[in-house]
């Protein structure tokens, strides 16, 4: 067993239960530098959290975020509340020399990421780690796909084609939630979808998205809110076009009301000697045309489960399918390894940024009659 | 054997293949109350004109079309030619009283479309008969997502999501031809791909296009042509946000450089009920989701094969499939049909022009940095 | 145009109509030597002997199939009857110098088939060439599954997997046809679909079998007849296991009661160094798996519609699928090839009986106790 | 936190790594009536137990079964070794009270298996449980199939497809594992894979093979085994007719030799109404169809993560895909909670044996020349 780092995670809903269960699991299947324990679990309703903690394995509460920060058992704050919260937090941790792992996206503003990427940057210089928790890098057929690319093996890219399609909200009677509420959430599909298409696209490629044109909607304005109802504030769906430095052209798409596509993010790259096609419905597959191979060209089905597949060499025999939570896990690997190796790990704060800044140039351009709008330093 | 009508045929390249088999063979699977008889076709070239002929089977050839227009013998007139000009010849078999199929995208210009529907509307009055190739149309499992909408099985139209993607142009040694000579196509991968696509998301969701953000890109400007280079002047990918007047959002990509993908015209709606998605490159399939089919709901994969689907009782048992060529004999049946029963047959010229409207608004907009573009007069 | 051979063929059910169309359209995208020309149509009504020649477009009629063989403007006489006659019809063809076509099975006994390849042996001797009509050879992308097989690609057969699945009697209700009748038909699902299976595997392997243990089922044993019931005498459903002479295991099934499969005749093949895969309802496709791609290995969706696959390069562009008469129309290409080149053409009447012997084997052991059973001189 | 329940498990390859990661994980994401504590690990090698015991949370170990058996802090024994061992550990175990979850083939021999089955008998009425680890039956998409045809949804079963498929074998050059030798594994591909398929066929159809006719091949008689070679003394292949009770045809194989089918379960299941298909490979997905759809039938590709599909209220949102291990932690639970609730948990060492039987008829077959082998008491 390896030195222990004790991990305090703020929030315990859907995100809090995936991260607990990856820092419970990772150390059981991946050589880590450092062996997680569960120090801390914060959360503001100290009956619901200490529950929680119960439920998912943490040793003590904390209802005050600060002095979950403060705590000297906690050397890894993982930030799992909702995107109004991120700033703050995030910055207190890497100022108090904690690394932090922040859940996507970034921050509900461009202002609130380029603070957060400064500050990453500044305690880099001071050997503290922080890492934007974009899962979908951890795909192993994602992360296939961008070594592939890497290599060169489709070539210079052409297109890319991105959607991300869920139907949660297809049924006008479903209740409102804080995901809808602007000042919780920041924007909707937008921020909740779209971000992890724009940062797979651009992981994937290689490459940055330097301007786009936009529209927004909010199909369902007013949903069920306990015993009435609340003004919807964030948008339902998001279309963009978009264009890469290389010259690409990307179509993005985010909704929660294409019914019948359940977690349906596909990505689409055509290159000029190869083509990719991934959907997370069928996560553990990777479509791959390869022009060298002529007249028996065709898309293969790669099942990314091989032991020299990214992350698979962990795990089990060929064709034994992981799931969704097996991508936590590897973002915990790989958070841990960084901060033991004291390299900075990826997706960095400035990639949260760089996501964060497409985001905001869409709501540009939608409020803009869908005016072509360059995105702010693509560094 | 029904009374025959004389065809005359303008143009013999891939479109005339197909459409001279649509005429051969429409009488021997249909009840059609004419039997089309392959009078005459029409080329510049005398030599390639009369080898054309024998090969397809017409019995006459004329180098002039207005000769073929002119022949008493021939009492409706195909134009398969390129679309420069398709105006000028569909005007003057109108005019002579002759009834008209004409290849799509109907004109080059919004001008000489209006000016084709205006004249195929007087010519109505006449009792002259015109329609647009918009072959996909007679897809039977397009026909069947037609049907479907329009019972009301998927609800509401929330989003379309439209592609054809084809790969041709990926090498850029490819050579020059027609297809990408603005003088003679009008177009590129817009009116060519785009047109089909526009075409089938109005049709299949019975609802039209009011505005459209779009860019257009052509990746490789310069092609071999002979012994030397030309310069490609249409677009090679054009790709544009679309809005419908239900207020349903639609995303549109056209393009012949998606490397893999040979003729993947793919369409996908999803309703407040209820989702389709079809492929081009697996034509016999529709997918079909319904919310009623509650915990074992899933997309329906539904080979469209059976007797009672459009079209198909006229040809084989359930799984024996059609291919691309029994879509133009569809609409070889449905156009004789219409003739013989005195009703003007859909996609009208009308229909034409409305796709031309949202083609040139996509233009417009592709020069006005994706500036939102509303349809010109979207009847 | 080339030179004429009149076609007499008898028979204008199902097989009829598409035989019709693969004789009307041939040499309109093939180069043949010869161009058919439909002479003479042969059924025993009058009345509808004569609708389907002026449907299908044949010049004259006979309501003898004696009188069809004898006539002078009849070189080829295609036999789509079923099997009962195909033994008598076909020996005096022969015996008369006609080429001739006959559909699968070759025969309803082994009897019958071993007189007729003898006699087809014996008028190759005369230049008078025959052929079984197992057509799904003529799937381009089972022609493209031999090529590969035969250039070595998937190495040595391990395992074949073949199954043809209908479900056209999953109804009791289904009325009797001929088809349920041993004594028009032979067999029943087994010689109508387990025929195509039999020899499809054996002509992608390039191997025989040599031994088989079976079971068949009769689920359904009385059905409408008129305003009674008639006795089903033949299979519903036939099960077999087989060797081929390399060693290779096979599993075979032949069934009309799986509902939801419309005619989905798969094929997979396993081999030392690749696999194949195909299945009838997606027939434009092949599934290539090859070891040497790596860990980028997977199975490669072949659209099989490039101008280099086999018989594509008569028809479309790539991505413009072929359907289920496509298939009639190789095989006529292929027939007049072979008797303009003078050359017999396959799959022979000993092909046909060698799939026959299959047959009977899987009868005999299925009332033997499945014990194995070799199949008599499988040459 | 619910009482505990100390595990002692025997074996800490592939099985063990995936049975403790369940016992780790089972209680944060079910609600069972007994936490489980990792007390005792046991293996042969006291460095490599304790190695494994480190790495996968084990408190304790023991280098000798017997000695872990009677430990005072085990109440449940986990088999996870080889075959041959099986019906010794489980004897023991029962004996001393232990509850005893049983890695499968239940054993290598019928003979065993019947001593198994009936001191599983004994011990319930101790309140003793027992188990054996059919994982398969915990697929979510096989307990909802299961579960579809328990409610008539396909109506009585007439086929049964199964097809276990895996290719690390293929290479002739694999090495020699205990999985190849028949002391200990019993048998090849047959017990390890084709016990996998018999078992989930009786479960899904809930109904009992009893016959079978069979052919077993091995195709590699000798790998290289440390400097030199040893023999292969089991099956690399079995491929099987059967027959269920209700009069169902049944087609299953099993094999390592299938080029690129990494972990290819199949099941099909065709009924009077109905039909189903799966395969591991998308393992998160059931294909049903329904008779009752009608026109707008087809086989439904129904992603099996809704809240109300077994087992998955437990996880994630929909459309968030689940793994391989997830079903041993499904298997976990079941199995806690029926030790908990006080009853029997299904499969039962009786199913284990009805399998077993099955494996020896088929042994049986494939000697005396695929006669057909009646099952043994196929109660």
């Given at each position: 067993m390896t030195e222990e780092i004790g991990v305090g995670m703020v929030g315990h809903a859907f995100m809090g239960a995936v991260h607990s269960h990856a820092w419970r699991s990772v150390h059981r299947f991946f050589d880590v530098p450092l062996t997680p324990r569960l120090a801390v679990l914060g959360g503001r309703d100290p009956v619901r959290t200490k529950d929680a903690a119960t439920k998912y394995g943490w040793a003590a509460v904390e209802t005050d975020w600060r002095a979950l920060v403060a705590r000297d058992d906690v050397g890894l704050v993982d930030i799992c509340t909702p995107g109004d919260t991120h700033a703050e937090i995030a910055l207190a941790a890497l100022a108090a020399g904690k690394h932090v792992l922040c859940e996507k996206p970034l921050a509900n503003t461009v202002a609130e990421a380029e603070a957060m990427a400064a500050a990453a940057e500044e305690a880099a210089g001071r050997g503290v780690r922080s890492m934007v928790a974009?899962?979908?890098?951890?795909v192993p057929a994602i992360a296939l796909a961008r070594k592939l690319v890497e290599e060169g093996r489709i070539g210079e890219v052409r297109h890319v084609r991105a959607v991300y399609l869920q139907d949660w909200l297809s049924d006008p009677s479903s209740p409102m939630t804080w995901r809808m509420r602007k000042e919780k959430a920041g924007s909707g599909a937008l921020g909740d979808l779209g971000a992890h298409i724009v940062d797979a696209a651009q992981f994937v490629t290689g490459d940055l998205i330097t301007g786009v044109s936009a529209t927004t909607e909010t199909f369902v304005r007013s949903r069920p809110d306990g015993d009435g109802f609340a003004d919807?504030?964030?948008?339902?769906a998001a279309v963009f076009l978009a264009r890469f430095s290389s010259g690409a052209l990307g179509t993005f798409e985010a909704t929660r009301y294409a019914l019948g596509r359940k977690n349906s993010m596909r990505l689409e790259v055509n290159g000029t000697r190869g083509s990719l096609a991934f959907d997370f419905e069928s996560m553990n597959e990777l479509s791959v045309f390869s022009a060298d191979d002529g007249s028996a060209a065709g898309f293969r089905r790669i099942l990314v489960t091989e032991a020299d597949h990214p992350y698979v060499g962990a795990w089990w025999p060929p064709g034994h399918l992981l799931g969704y939570e097996h991508t936590f896990t590897h973002e915990a690997a790989d958070f841990l390894t960084a901060i033991g190796g004291g390299v900075d790990p990826a997706p960095s704060f400035t990639d949260g940024l760089r996501v964060q800044r497409v985001l905001a140039a869409v709501e540009e351009s939608a409020g803009q009659q869908s005016t072509w709008t360059m995105i702010g330093d693509p560094r």
């Open positions: 974009f899962n979908y890098r951890r919807v504030t964030v948008d339902d």
